[in-house]
């Protein structure tokens, strides 16, 4: 089992900057890659970012050269920076864990979510 809070959302204008934290605790030894996913009402949860346990990422192309995930193993955190933010940031943020369950499987861990919303 592995629990995923997410914290740092808020309301900000379009332009500002944001920092997301996701803590991971319980089974955390099997966690493989972690990424933030993104909500928005009638769409569906797409991608944001992902990072692999050896600090590989990737992006959406919607946030390139605006968002930076990072990671820290030791702290067990998840981070993502977000700079010059627009209105389409806007959505709830889900952390996301990788949980390998053996050789060719996996389980999805998702946080609770935390709302960003972006003013113009």
């Known amino acids: 089992q592995v629990q995923l809070v997410e914290s740092g959302g808020g309301l900000v204008q379009a332009g500002g900057s944001l920092t997301l934290s996701c803590v991971a605790s319980?089974?955390?030894?099997?966690?493989?890659?972690m990424a933030w996913y993104r909500q928005t009402p009638g769409k569906q949860r797409e991608l944001v970012a992902t990072?692999?346990?050896?600090?590989?990422?990737k992006y959406a192309d919607s946030v390139k050269g605006r968002f930076t995930v990072s990671r820290d193993n030791a702290k067990n955190t998840v981070n993502l920076q977000m700079n010059t933010l627009k209105p389409d940031d806007t959505g709830v943020y889900y952390c996301?864990?990788?949980?390998?369950?053996?050789?060719?499987?996996?389980?999805?861990?998702w946080g609770q979510g935390t709302h960003v919303t972006v003013s113009s």
């Open positions: 319980g089974s955390i030894s099997r966690i493989n890659d």
């Open positions: 990072i692999s346990k050896e600090g590989n990422t």
């Open positions: 996301h864990a990788e949980w390998v369950l053996g050789p060719l499987s996996t389980y999805d861990y």
